[in-house]
């Protein structure tokens, strides 16, 4: 259902939506050389969607995108790469949730 407007005099449009709503939860641009095909790039954590996903952008638009870790089936929270460049994720799977790196 429609919620509200979606424009208004001042307001700046988005730009990239998902209809219907990926519930994005936590967000980082990777900024590394660990992995130099990622730098730039946007990592979304989703909750009702359940994967993360990474946006390539050009020009402030989205030129593509790629879906991460579906097949675990999580909710994820929040992604962040610390300054080795290593993707960080937190899920609520299991009772307390997890905080999980990927493998090196």
Do not use: C
């Not at 946007?42 to 790629?66: P, T, Y």
Request: proline content about 5%.
């Amino acid at each position: 259902p429609k919620i509200g407007e979606t424009h208004k005099k001042g307001m700046e449009q988005p730009i990239k939506y998902w209809k219907p709503s990926i519930s994005p939860s936590g967000f980082t641009i990777y900024v590394s050389e660990k992995y130099p095909q990622w730098s730039g790039n946007f990592f979304l954590a989703n909750l009702s969607s359940k994967h993360i996903r990474r946006l390539v952008m050009e020009n402030k638009k989205v030129k593509q995108q790629e879906t991460l870790l579906e097949k675990l089936g999580w909710r994820f929270r929040h992604v962040r790469a610390n300054k080795e460049g290593r993707l960080f994720f937190a899920t609520d799977h299991g009772h307390f949730g997890e905080l999980i790196a990927e493998n090196q």
